[in-house]
Nanobody, 120 residues
Framework: QVQLVESGGGLVQAGGSLRLSCAAS????????MGWYRQAPGRQRELVAT???????NYADSAKGRFTISRDNAKNTVFLQMNSLKPEDTAVYYC??????????????WGQGTQVTVSS
């Protein structure tokens, strides 16, 4: 029903920046939230940042002040600008969308992930 494709990951030095992008395709309803999660080796997947179609944002404490999530609703695309990167930000970053069809249960979809590596 829905496909998510991430891009923009890579290798950067501590203090550097990366901008992740994720484009959603398929049956996208207007009531939705898109965001980013990450999973480092040996750790659980954790929320980084989310943004609803209406503009409501949610950030992990570790991301506040350094990362910025944004959306282009017309293109069903979400971005994550990551500044002042730290080695502890190293993880696979996954794009996520939650759809809330009118009168139906919400549905979650995930991208394939993009690797972010921050060297010290």
């Amino acid at each position: 029903q829905v496909q998510l494709v991430e891009s923009g990951g890579g290798l950067v030095q501590a203090g550097g920046s990366l901008r992740l992008s994720c484009a959603a395709s398929g049956s996208i309803v207007s009531d939705n939230a898109m965001g980013w999660y990450r999973q480092a080796p040996g750790r659980q997947r954790e929320l980084v940042a989310t943004m609803s179609a209406g503009g409501t944002t949610n950030y992990a404490d570790s991301a506040k002040g350094r990362f910025t999530i944004s959306r282009d609703n017309a293109k069903n695309t979400v971005f994550l600008q990551m500044n002042s990167l730290k080695p502890e930000d190293t993880a696979v970053y996954y794009c996520h969308i939650r759809l809330v069809p009118g009168g139906r249960r919400f549905e979650d979809f995930w991208g394939q992930g993009t690797q972010v590596t921050v060297s010290s």
